[in-house]
């Protein structure tokens, strides 16, 4: 008997409306977990290099884990895993909220989605049962108005809907899906994926219960947290005051608030737009996911000069900072309309305030005009301008046709000197973290294989602040308790960097969300350990844990490898190597030299080529012998 997971995968073509259950082995979750590592697994296998991400022949992967839905702080989270219309790689989007746990208890692990459906759908599934229905009706529609419909419809008030808006629709490369209007599967396009399937939305309702090996154990480790966390952690406690959103202000204290498109980390208008200021004037509460006390969402409510709906939510820290200060927008009210104009319409917030701030700059420099915006005055600050590129971007109007097609392509088309401003990392728009400022964010954004993200390794924040003893312990098992300088890239930070990038990668694979794991959140390694072993049965342990996250990274990367992706794509913008302009950080920035020889020493720890490919070794030790063939085939290792 299976413990944690149901052993089931849904597999769903759309072409044809073929419905397979597939059932999997204790062999095959014991070897890819869940969540990203399972995704890679059916890309790897089922597609080719080349795919167009937006063709039929892409594969959009809904995965849970063998432990996510169990009763337990932070396992709310489940993943989706596609090839990005964005990047061309792959990619991978985490979401917190009902969806995963809901997917559980209606008997499923995974959905595995390819094909494209003649006229616009959506999928019911509900204990054990799936259906493919009709979404002409409810296309064109908003995510809120799209859940609203489905569940009337279908007369259950608690079906959970992951969806997508018009973004999606319109193919906007960093079109997301939203789950329960405001737990968001932001970065990368996955709902530009399932637009372009004509896949308005999924439908998740179950009953079942999840089976695990000891509840006993299990129920007793979260009662803890949820008892203690208050008293014993400053960061959990710190989330359930303000969320996110508690970071603004330090991070403008210390000159690394993202702002005007980077060129600054000092915000003058910081305050207006805080954590404390949301709560002071436009919170009605803090936001759950399923089984966490945390409650760090944000719930807002405006009613003038905007209305903002709460049901959808509020911003989070990355949406205050890219759709505030890196526009230059001081205006809390706007952040949260824009906020929840993005979720309705099922925009990334990150890439699309990203965007909107590199078409400022450009519009400040005139490499753009008012010609090409269509009179919007388009300065920093202009906080009426962004939101009417948020509108334009989700409808393809105008301007906002160029900038749905992120940064990297929009400055092509620009030209003019535009691809300077443009900041991405193979083509992901650099979220709300500073590259110069933190050694693991420029190393996390350059040799991460989706792109520029920051959350693949713990912030260096956590080892230089006031908490190094809370965070060190939390840490202790990894043999991590050296302090580093926080902006260093030398050789001991690569070390540090590539442990806690498996680490990270191992909460993606296991779909759990970091707020609540080390080194800065609650739980201990050890107490994760415990709840693995108690809910799967299986005689775990840290170590084979850390090989799960391990094999994720190396099934990216080979990913990539096949596509093409070289050791090039591994760099940063131009951008993160010129001074910070002004504030406490000022002139602060990455060496090019130190930088390479960072690549190169973590090829090395990893195993890979000098060109940055996997090594037959490195896979076979991953016990990926299969991906090893896959490479050769493709010609990726030379005699
Ligand atoms: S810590 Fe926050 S985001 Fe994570 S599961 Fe809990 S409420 Fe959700």
């Given at each position: 008997?299976?413990?944690?997971?149901?052993?089931?995968?849904?597999?769903?073509?759309?072409?044809?409306?073929?419905?397979?259950?597939?059932?999997?082995?204790?062999?095959?979750?014991?070897?890819?977990?869940?969540?990203?590592?399972?995704?890679?697994?059916?890309?790897?296998?089922?597609?080719?290099?080349?795919?167009?991400?937006?063709?039929?022949?892409?594969?959009?992967?809904?995965?849970?884990?063998?432990?996510?839905?169990?009763?337990?702080?932070?396992?709310?989270?489940?993943?989706?895993?596609?090839?990005?219309?964005?990047?061309?790689?792959?990619?991978?989007?985490?979401?917190?909220?009902?969806?995963?746990?809901?997917?559980?208890?209606?008997?499923?692990?995974?959905?595995?989605?390819?094909?494209?459906?003649?006229?616009?759908?959506?999928?019911?599934?509900?204990?054990?049962?799936?259906?493919?229905?009709?979404?002409?009706?409810?296309?064109?529609?908003?995510?809120?108005?799209?859940?609203?419909?489905?569940?009337?419809?279908?007369?259950?008030?608690?079906?959970?809907?992951?969806?997508?808006?018009?973004?999606?629709?319109?193919?906007?490369?960093?079109?997301?899906?939203?789950?329960?209007?405001?737990?968001?599967?932001?970065?990368?396009?996955?709902?530009?994926?399932?637009?372009?399937?004509?896949?308005?939305?999924?439908?998740?309702?179950?009953?079942?219960?999840?089976?695990?090996?000891?509840?006993?154990?299990?129920?007793?480790?979260?009662?803890?947290?949820?008892?203690?966390?208050?008293?014993?952690?400053?960061?959990?406690?710190?989330?359930?005051?303000?969320?996110?959103?508690?970071?603004?202000?330090?991070?403008?204290?210390?000159?690394?608030?993202?702002?005007?498109?980077?060129?600054?980390?000092?915000?003058?208008?910081?305050?207006?737009?805080?954590?404390?200021?949301?709560?002071?004037?436009?919170?009605?509460?803090?936001?759950?996911?399923?089984?966490?006390?945390?409650?760090?969402?944000?719930?807002?409510?405006?009613?003038?000069?905007?209305?903002?709906?709460?049901?959808?939510?509020?911003?989070?820290?990355?949406?205050?900072?890219?759709?505030?200060?890196?526009?230059?927008?001081?205006?809390?009210?706007?952040?949260?309309?824009?906020?929840?104009?993005?979720?309705?319409?099922?925009?990334?917030?990150?890439?699309?305030?990203?965007?909107?701030?590199?078409?400022?700059?450009?519009?400040?420099?005139?490499?753009?005009?008012?010609?090409?915006?269509?009179?919007?005055?388009?300065?920093?600050?202009?906080?009426?301008?962004?939101?009417?590129?948020?509108?334009?971007?989700?409808?393809?109007?105008?301007?906002?046709?160029?900038?749905?097609?992120?940064?990297?392509?929009?400055?092509?088309?620009?030209?003019?000197?535009?691809?300077?401003?443009?900041?991405?990392?193979?083509?992901?728009?650099?979220?709300?973290?500073?590259?110069?400022?933190?050694?693991?964010?420029?190393?996390?954004?350059?040799?991460?294989?989706?792109?520029?993200?920051?959350?693949?390794?713990?912030?260096?924040?956590?080892?230089?602040?006031?908490w190094i003893p809370y965070f060190s312990k939390r840490v202790e098992p990894l043999g991590?308790?050296?302090?580093?300088?926080?902006?260093?890239?030398?050789?001991?930070?690569?070390?540090?960097?590539?442990?806690?990038?498996?680490?990270?990668?191992?909460?993606?694979?296991?779909?759990?969300?970091?707020?609540?794991?080390?080194?800065?959140?609650?739980?201990?390694?050890?107490?994760?350990?415990?709840?693995?072993?108690?809910?799967?049965?299986?005689?775990?342990?840290?170590?084979?844990?850390?090989?799960?996250?391990?094999?994720?990274?190396?099934?990216?990367?080979?990913?990539?490898?096949?596509?093409?992706?070289?050791?090039?794509?591994?760099?940063?913008?131009?951008?993160?190597?010129?001074?910070?302009?002004?504030?406490?950080?000022?002139?602060?920035?990455?060496?090019?030299?130190?930088?390479?020889?960072?690549?190169?020493?973590?090829?090395?720890?990893r195993g890979w080529s000098k060109d940055g490919v996997p090594t037959r070794g490195k896979?076979?030790?991953?016990?990926?012998?299969?991906?090893?063939?896959?490479?050769?085939?493709?010609?990726?290792?030379?005699?």
């Amino acid at each position: 008997m299976a413990f944690g997971y149901n052993g089931r995968i849904l597999r769903i073509d759309l072409s044809t409306k073929e419905i397979i259950v597939e059932e999997q082995d204790e062999y095959f979750y014991r070897i890819y977990g869940g969540g990203a590592c399972l995704g890679a697994y059916y890309l790897l296998k089922e597609m080719s290099p080349g795919t167009d991400p937006l063709s039929p022949d892409n594969i959009i992967v809904f995965a849970g884990s063998v432990v996510n839905g169990v009763p337990v702080p932070g396992f709310a989270r489940s993943a989706i895993v596609f090839k990005s219309p964005l990047t061309g790689a792959i990619a991978d989007s985490q979401a917190a909220g009902y969806f995963g746990p809901e997917l559980k208890f209606a008997g499923f692990d995974a959905i595995v989605i390819k094909g494209k459906s003649k006229k616009p759908v959506y999928l019911w599934i509900h204990d054990g049962e799936i259906e493919i229905k009709n979404a002409s009706h409810i296309w064109g529609k908003t995510t809120g108005k799209a859940q609203d419909a489905i569940r009337k419809e279908l007369g259950d008030e608690r079906i959970i809907v992951a969806g997508i808006g018009q973004a999606g629709e319109n193919l906007v490369r960093y079109g997301c899906v939203v789950n329960n209007l405001k737990h968001v599967y932001g970065r990368l396009g996955g709902g530009a994926v399932m637009g372009s399937k004509n896949l308005k939305a999924i439908g998740v309702r179950g009953h079942k219960k999840i089976d695990m090996k000891d509840k006993e154990t299990v129920l007793s480790i979260a009662k803890h947290f949820s008892s203690n966390f208050m008293k014993e952690s400053p960061t959990d406690s710190g989330l359930n005051y303000l969320g996110t959103a508690k970071d603004v202000i330090s991070l403008n204290e210390d000159g690394q608030l993202p702002t005007r498109n980077f060129k600054t980390g000092y915000f003058q208008g910081a305050e207006n737009i805080t954590g404390q200021k949301m709560k002071d004037t436009v919170l009605i509460k803090g936001g759950a996911c399923y089984a966490c006390p945390v409650r760090c969402k944000r719930v807002v409510r405006v009613d003038e000069p905007y209305k903002v709906d709460p049901a959808y939510g509020g911003p989070e820290y990355e949406t205050l900072a890219m759709l505030g200060s890196d526009c230059g927008v001081d205006d809390l009210v706007v952040i949260c309309k824009a906020n929840e104009l993005c979720n309705k319409y099922g925009l990334d917030t990150i890439s699309t305030g990203a965007s909107i701030a590199f078409a400022m700059e450009c519009y400040e420099r005139g490499i753009i005009t008012k010609e090409d915006t269509t009179e919007i005055e388009l300065q920093f600050g202009n906080a009426n301008a962004m939101i009417e590129m948020i509108e334009m971007i989700s409808k393809r109007e105008g301007i906002g046709d160029i900038l749905a097609e992120g940064v990297k392509r929009a400055a092509e088309k620009f030209g003019r000197g535009a691809e300077k401003f443009a900041l991405h990392v193979k083509g992901e728009e650099i979220p709300a973290h500073d590259a110069r400022v933190k050694g693991h964010v420029a190393l996390g954004y350059t040799l991460s294989s989706i792109g520029a993200d920051h959350i693949r390794a713990a912030h260096d924040g956590a080892f230089t602040s006031g908490w190094i003893p809370y965070f060190s312990k939390r840490v202790e098992p990894l043999g991590i308790i050296e302090p580093l300088e926080t902006s260093s890239i030398d050789h001991k930070k690569v070390r540090r960097f590539m442990y806690f990038q498996n680490v990270f990668s191992m909460y993606d694979t296991l779909n759990l969300c970091l707020f609540a794991f080390p080194p800065a959140f609650y739980f201990t390694l050890r107490e994760l350990v415990d709840l693995v072993r108690a809910i799967t049965g299986w005689e775990t342990s840290l170590w084979e844990l850390l090989k799960l996250g391990e094999r994720r990274v190396d099934m990216f990367r080979a990913f990539n490898v096949r596509e093409g992706f070289t050791r090039e794509d591994d760099w940063l913008p131009e951008r993160m190597f010129e001074g910070i302009l002004t504030g406490p950080r000022k002139g602060q920035k990455v060496d090019k030299n130190k930088l390479k020889d960072a690549i190169n020493f973590y090829y090395e720890m990893r195993g890979w080529s000098k060109d940055g490919v996997p090594t037959r070794g490195k896979l076979a030790e991953l016990n990926l012998f299969w991906v090893a063939k896959e490479l050769k085939k493709y010609g990726k290792y030379q005699k």
